[in-house]
Every structure is written in structure tokens, then in C-alpha cells.
């Protein structure tokens, strides 16, 4: 996933009109009836941006050295931005990209509007078998594939070793060790804790036996006792001051304060993993230390998030697009990722290769992805942030108390999802 639901954008937001060489507006199409593809393939890169796009970039220049006659064209589209910006494109039938890398839980509602192109059959699908289970779940939708994994992530504590040592304490297992530590790092604050995107509420719902609705029989469940419960726990480490947090720029704000040594803990995912690199605090990369999440009363339980890449319905280059797609999740542009930002493939036999093997950040997530919570693959899944965030930075600022806030995201998912219970 992924540096959270909303995640901060760092380039200017690309208006319509100036992404229209989409494949909707141009005659880029390519044709495979020589045997060569060619055309014009654009893409969405929905990756951050300073790190992470350079290396996906790059990537993508090596498609176009092995398809000479294919044109790529890349467009560095915000996180925050894309899920709106690919529908909106998408329903006008104008400015929508062939390819566009989609956070796992917009997959299923991009398929269900009609929006991405089936890829079972198609070059973009090879090698299934070798795919991780859990990472395949999100592509399925109607029993079509209508996506590729490219990345599959969960979420960690990050902390400063230095800042720890000082203070004699070792990575919290609990939540109740979490407070202690915080009080023992001295002139610091413990955690900070991202208050305006609910995706980093998940580790402490699922953590208190919570999740936010069961699909497989169509219940709402985020405003049960474990709900309140979970709301109720983030509440109190910001109350007891083991953490800190905020209601706007939360990305930026998180992570300033931990690479600037204000902050000795921080919840967050591989994907940050190159920025936090640049801070001052860990210009010697060893005093950076990843632990798992804090587990609640009813166990220790990580969100799975990650990225696939899927394929606009109407492209008018389908042929290339999925060649593009295939070549994007190759074992060996998913060992080029692990190495170099230390990202978490999503094909097995990517973990053998040795950037993988000498990537710590790698092998330390790979069992956390492996037992992470998946969330349901329904196609509204990705609307359920949006209630949940307001709920969730309401309580973290006291505005609301924690069953109110549970009640009240309850309420909005059953006006979501007619007939839910």
C-alpha cells in the first residue's frame, strides 16, 4: 500500500487536460501483427515520489530498450489523487492511462465499474503459480483477474536504536509496553501517531479482535466492543502522552519529527523505508531499527496493503499494455525493487534472488506479510477510509468520544453498503 490511504503528495496535481495522452486521446495504438510491439503505452505511477518513482521509472525505461518501437510514457500521478482522478478519467472516456498502479483496495472497484481490462489469458498473466496467495486475493473480482501484484506490503514500528539504548528499553510487544518505553525515552515523545489517515488505525482495531465489516455475511462490525475498544486505545496513548499526533499533513509531519530524532517510534510500512534513510537521524542506516506492531488485548495483528498494476478497458494498446504489465512484475524488476527499496515482491521466487536475501528490511516483513490481515476484496472497500478517518482524527483531537466515533463510522458503512447488516 502502500504510505498509507492519503498519503501526502509531493508533485503538483496533473490536471486532465494535461494527462490526455491517455490512451483515449491519441492513436498510440500499437499492433503485434509484424511480431513487434509498438505504440504508446502511458502509465500511471502512483509510487512516491523522490525515491521510490525514480527506481520505477527507470524500470520502465529498460521495457522500452527491450520494445524499441514502444513509447512510455510515464506520468508521476499523487497517491491522494489517482483513486478519483483514474474514475473521473475513466467515466469520461478521456485522459485515462493504459496502465495505472492500483492501491489493492481500489482493484476490485475499478473492476466493478468497468474500468480495467481482464488479464486472464494475456501476456500480462504469466507464471500465476508463482505469486503469492495472499497477494492475488486482491485482483480477483467476479472470478476474473482484472490485476497484477506488483508489491505487497504490511505495517512495523520504526524506531531509533540510538534513542533506545539511551533510554535502556527494548522494541514494545504490547501495547502496554508501548506506554512504558514512551516514558523512559527521556526529552522525547515515544510514537508518533499519523491522526489524520485511518489506515494506521488498523494494527490496534485488528489488535483488539475488531475488523470493519465481515463480508462474508454482510455485517458491519467496526462499531462492535472491539471497535470502541480499539478507538478507545489510540485515545489513550495520545491522552497518556506516549504519543503524539496531528490532523493534517500527517505524512510529513510524522516523518520530519522521526528523522529528525523528535520522535523515537513511528507505525509505518517498507515504502517509507528510502525516505526515512535521508533523515539526519539515520544517516548511519544500522540505527534503524523495525520491530512488529504492539499487539492489543486480543493479539499482535498488521494490515496487508500493497500495490497491483492493472489495465484500462479502454486502451488501444492492449497488446503492449499487458506485455508492460508482465515485464513491471517480472521476478527480476521485483528483486531490482527489494534491492534497491527494499520493497516486497510479490512473486516467490523473487525472495531467492539475492537483492531480496541481502534486503533486512525485506526478510524482516516477509513473515509480517505473511500472517497480515487482509481487508474484504469488495468493491467498496477503498470508501470505507473516508468515514473512518474523520472518526478516527476526531477522537485522537477530542472531538468525539471512542463509542460515539465507533457508532457513527458504523452508521455511514450501512448507508454505504445497502442491506448490510
Known amino acids: 500500500m502502500r504510505r498509507g490511504i492519503t498519503a501526502t503528495a509531493l508533485v503538483a496535481a496533473l490536471a486532465l487536460a494535461a494527462t490526455a495522452c491517455g490512451s483515449d486521446d491519441e492513436s498510440g495504438g500499437g499492433s503485434k501483427s509484424s511480431g513487434e510491439l509498438s505504440g504508446t503505452v502511458t502509465w500511471w505511477d502512483t509510487s512516491n515520489v523522490g525515491s521510490e518513482d525514480k527506481v520505477f521509472k527507470k524500470i520502465a525505461e529498460g521495457f522500452e530498450k527491450k520494445h524499441p518501437k514502444v513509447d512510455v510514457k510515464y506520468v508521476s500521478v499523487p497517491f491522494g489523487d489517482a483513486q478519483n482522478k483514474f474514475k473521473n478519467a475513466a467515466q469520461a472516456g478521456s485522459g485515462a492511462p493504459d496502465v495505472i498502479r492500483s492501491e489493492v483496495a481500489w482493484t476490485p472497484e475499478f473492476a466493478d465499474l468497468g474500468y480495467l481490462a481482464p488479464l486472464d489469458g494475456t501476456a500480462a498473466l504469466k507464471d500465476q503459480d508463482d505469486f503469492l496467495k495472499q497477494a492475488v486475493a486482491s485482483t480477483k473480482y467476479d472470478g476474473k483477474t482484472y490485476a497484477v501484484p506488483q508489491v505487497i506490503d504490511s505495517m512495523g514500528v520504526f524506531y531509533n536504536k540510538k534513542l533506545f539504548k539511551d533510554a535502556g528499553v527494548e522494541p514494545p510487544a504490547n501495547i502496554d509496553e508501548l506506554k512504558t518505553v514512551s516514558k523512559k525515552i527521556k526529552d522525547k515523545t515515544g510514537l508518533y501517531l499519523r491522526g489524520d489517515d485511518s489506515y494506521y488505525f488498523l494494527s490496534f482495531l485488528y489488535g483488539e479482535g475488531g475488523d470493519l465489516v465481515d463480508a462474508s455475511s454482510q455485517t458491519v462490525t467496526v462499531d462492535n466492543a472491539a471497535g470502541a475498544k480499539a478507538f478507545g486505545v489510540v485515545k489513550d496513548l495520545v491522552d497518556s502522552g506516549a504519543a503524539k499526533t496531528d490532523a493534517t499533513d500527517g505524512w510529513e509531519n510524522m516523518m520530519q519529527s522521526f528523522k529528525n530524532g523528535d520522535v523515537a517510534m513511528m507505525i509505518n510500512g517498507p515504502w517509507a523505508v528510502a525516505d526515512t534513510l535521508t533523515g539526519k537521524e539515520f544517516s548511519d542506516k544500522a540505527n534503524l531499527g523495525i520491530s512488529t506492531v504492539p499487539a492489543g488485548s486480543a493479539g499482535q495483528g498488521a494490515p496487508q496493503g500493497g500495490h497491483n498494476l492493472a489495465v484500462y478497458a479502454g486502451s488501444k494498446n492492449l497488446e503492449a499494455s499487458y506485455a508492460f504489465v508482465d515485464y513491471m512484475t517480472s521476478v527480476e524488476a521485483q528483486a531490482q525493487t527489494a534491492g534497491e527499496l527494499n520493497l516486497l515482491p510479490t512473486r516467490t521466487s523473487a525472495y531467492a534472488k539475492q537483492q531480496a536475501v541481502d534486503s533486512e ?31 478516527y482524527t476526531n477522537v485522537l483531537t ?24
Open 398 to 421: 477530542g472531538q468525539t468520544t471512542p463509542e460515539k466515533a465507533a457508532k457513527a463510522t458504523g452508521d455511514s458503512y450501512r448507508k454505504l453498503l445497502k442491506g448490510w447488516k
Open 361 to 391: 528490511i525485506v526478510q524482516f516483513f516477509k513473515p509480517v506479510v505473511e500472517t497480515a490481515v487482509e481487508r474484504p476484496w469488495i468493491p467498496e472497500t477503498g470508501s470505507l477510509f473516508a468515514p473512518l478517518n474523520t472518526e
